[in-house]
């Protein structure tokens, strides 16, 4: 997947390039200024570019690989791709806040990408039961979250979504590590449970990690994503009601794992749980800290604040959105999303607490909708039948008739002339001077010949 954002990232470079005979941004934005909006070798500039942003930064329709990558050991995960490699690509297209200005088109394409990435990632997070694979459908959705902004124009809001997410979610991870040492390598919540009795400074920093990623204030999430939201809303009322609703399922399914993995009873009996040693947890604290304290950095003018974290990027980017809404359309926003989320939360915790409910056992029978989220709505499978096996049937197919049946024995026979022609010289050398004399005054008479003749 990475491979074809490469290919469309190279290829707008070298449009770009020969457009503007630079790749030096000063350079290029000097030139680009003087553009109409809508230009069409911007827009294709610009497309080429998201492309390469989209499997970067793990958007539809090439997320798939992110999911992949979580095998790794969990702080990899939380230094890569939580807070760094995925964002190059909303870096790169903030970084070029004046093309995609010029590109209504493309920030058009950038808002359905990153709003259904957003949805989808979110929708999946809910049927999944291994403790990563929840936390990397997680950072996919909220890469859509970024994208979303950035579409919007906001790009500011965007890098400061980045921001904050890199503080809860490196937290989330790193607290996923600290349960799955405790739990000596299991990663399945449904074999979870009862943990925060048992590990307590996990449990309170993943917590903290949860509040902030369901926007709850006055955790660092609330700040950014109600930016996002509150940027939605001055576009288009469908478009908030649809990120409110993808912000709505991440409150679901993160509180569907915290109440599996720390609340109610133990529900396997080989491990033995214990609070993890202090390299573990004294990056928690302050990660946690940073999860509090991490939205102060850009305080809206709502709340008296001058929104620094906005002033800082005014030299590196261009918002192309509207001013801020009212305070008070802003207040009835917020107050809307957390009654919703108040729901939300006693939603989960009735369901996973009170009730018990634990999820399905793999291969259980499910409705057909929660069987679909369950397998990612067959994303993986569509690849392998649309990619993977027609490759894979021409690979064999070449491997089979051109390989085996004309490039080695194309390759043997080479081999078998230079040995044969190697053993009819070999004869010529029989240590007889005479021999060597008449070979070189012929060769000489023969260069003779030939100089002459042609």
Known sequence: MNRIGDLGFILGIILLFYTF??????????????????????????????????????????????????????????LIHAA??????????ARSSILYNLAPVTLNVIIV???????????????????????????VSQLGYMFLALGLGAYSAGVFHV???????????????????AMGGEQDIRKMGGLRKKMPLTYFTFLAATLAISGIPPFSGFFSKDLILSKAFEHSIILYVLALGGALITCFYMFRLLYLVFFGEQRSSKAHPHESPRVMTIPLIV?????????????????????????????????????????????????????????VIYFAYHTFVKKAELPAADGAPMPWFGKVVYNKFYVDEMYAFLFEKPLGFLSG??????ENKVLDPAVDGVGTATSHIGSL???????????????????ILLFIVFILTV
């Not at 490699?85 to 790169?92: E, F, L, Q, S």
């Not at 999946?124 to 936390?135: A, C, F, S, Y």
């Not at 991490?294 to 008296?304: A, M, Q, T, V």
């Open 21 to 78: 005979k630079s790749v030096s941004f000063n350079e290029i934005f000097a030139q680009a200024g003087g553009l109409p909006a809508g230009n069409p070798v911007i827009t294709v500039i610009t497309l080429l570019l998201l492309v390469g942003a989209v499997g970067k930064s793990a958007q539809i329709p090439l997320f798939t690989w992110l999911p992949d990558a979580m095998a790794g050991p969990t702080p990899v995960s939380a």
């Open 84 to 93: 760094t490699m995925v964002t190059a690509g909303i870096y790169m297209i």
């Open 113 to 139: 990408i990153g709003l259904a990435t957003a949805i989808m990632a979110a929708i999946i997070g809910l049927k999944q039961n291994d403790i990563k694979k929840v936390l990397a459908y997680s950072t």
């Open 163 to 181: 921001t904050t997410h890199a503080f809860f979610k490196a937290l989330l991870f790193l607290g996923a590590g600290s349960v799955i040492h």
């Open 287 to 343: 990660l946690a800290v940073l999860s509090v304290v991490g939205g102060f950095i850009n305080i809206p003018s709502l709340f008296r604040g001058n929104s620094g974290f906005n002033t800082l990027l005014q030299t590196a980017v261009v918002s192309n959105s509207s001013g801020e809404i009212s305070h008070s359309t802003e207040l009835i926003l917020i107050a809307l999303s957390l009654a919703l989320l108040a729901l």
């Open 397 to 402: 197919f070449l491997f089979d008739k051109v």
């Open 425 to 443: 010289l070999r004869k010529l050398q029989q240590g007889n001077m005479s021999f060597y004399l008449f070979a070189m005054v012929a060769g």
